[in-house]
């Protein structure tokens, strides 16, 4: 599928979710809603985004975070990318497990263990890795950075890096953009948030 048709298709789904949404959002307003500290919203939420990766592949990525008992979270996301240049899927999905810890007053620093799957396009190969990310919030603003490793059981290891911002439109919806490695390569990634 391409990426255009998946786009018409993610922007229909988040449209309905946001009108769905929208009566509870208008109850839920609060008139200081943006204080540091906050984590919730950090590890608590679902996006879907898009992203551009090297040799001129795009894919689409829905990607879930939860809190479940503080500190600790896991997440998980499933990318759906451009077809290969023989007509292969290109997809991945993984999960993390993480904790989180507060280096000061507004300053958190998460470590997480995550495995999955992938689809190079011919070949498929499961991996497992470790991350860390550092993030902090300025009023509407999450900035954060991260570093990680990756060993893809059959095709090798690789060093993975992200930076990026997510800017609260209100307390539950984000908009965001990062500059990550992820499997396909180097890209930028856009997306849309609600947190929760």
């Given at each position: 599928?391409?990426?255009?048709?998946?786009?018409?298709?993610?922007?229909?789904?988040?449209?309905?979710?946001?009108?769905?949404?929208?009566?509870?959002?208008?109850?839920?307003?609060?008139?200081?809603?943006?204080?540091?500290?906050?984590?919730?919203?950090?590890?608590?939420?679902i996006?879907?985004?898009?992203?551009?990766?090297?040799?001129?592949?795009?894919?689409?990525?829905?990607?879930?975070?939860?809190?479940?008992?503080?500190?600790?979270?896991?997440?998980?996301?499933?990318?759906?990318?451009?077809?290969?240049?023989?007509?292969?899927?290109?997809?991945?999905?993984g999960?993390?497990?993480?904790?989180?810890?507060?280096?000061?007053?507004?300053?958190?620093?998460?470590?997480?263990?995550?495995?999955?799957?992938?689809?190079?396009?011919?070949?498929?190969?499961?991996?497992?890795?470790?991350?860390?990310?550092?993030?902090t919030?300025?009023?509407?603003?999450?900035?954060?950075?991260?570093?990680?490793?990756?060993?893809?059981?059959?095709?090798?290891?690789?060093?993975?890096?992200q930076?990026?911002?997510?800017?609260?439109?209100?307390?539950?919806?984000?908009?965001?953009?990062r500059?990550?490695?992820?499997?396909?390569?180097?890209?930028?990634?856009?997306?849309?948030?609600?947190?929760?």
């Open positions: 599928m391409k990426t255009l048709t998946k786009l018409v298709g993610c922007s229909a789904i988040v449209s309905a979710f946001a009108m769905l949404t929208a009566p509870t959002l208008a109850q839920s307003q609060d008139s200081s809603p943006f204080k540091a500290p906050q984590t919730r919203q950090a590890f608590n939420f996006s879907l985004g898009v992203a551009d990766h090297d040799a001129d592949d795009n894919s689409i990525i829905l990607e879930g975070s939860y809190e479940f008992n503080a500190p600790w979270f896991v997440s998980g996301y499933l990318r759906d990318g451009d077809d290969g240049p023989f007509g292969d899927g290109r997809d991945a999905q999960l993390k497990f993480g904790r989180y810890l507060w280096l000061n007053h507004n300053l958190v620093a998460d470590f997480s263990g995550r495995l999955g799957q992938v689809d190079f396009g011919p070949e498929d190969s499961a991996y497992w890795g470790v991350e860390g990310n550092l993030r919030r300025i009023d509407r603003f999450e900035l954060y950075a991260g570093l990680g490793w990756v060993d893809y059981m059959d095709a090798g290891s690789d060093s993975q890096y930076f990026g911002s997510r800017f609260y439109l209100t307390p539950e919806f984000a908009v965001g953009a500059y990550q490695d992820s499997e396909f390569g180097d890209g930028l990634r856009i997306d849309v948030s609600y947190h929760f």
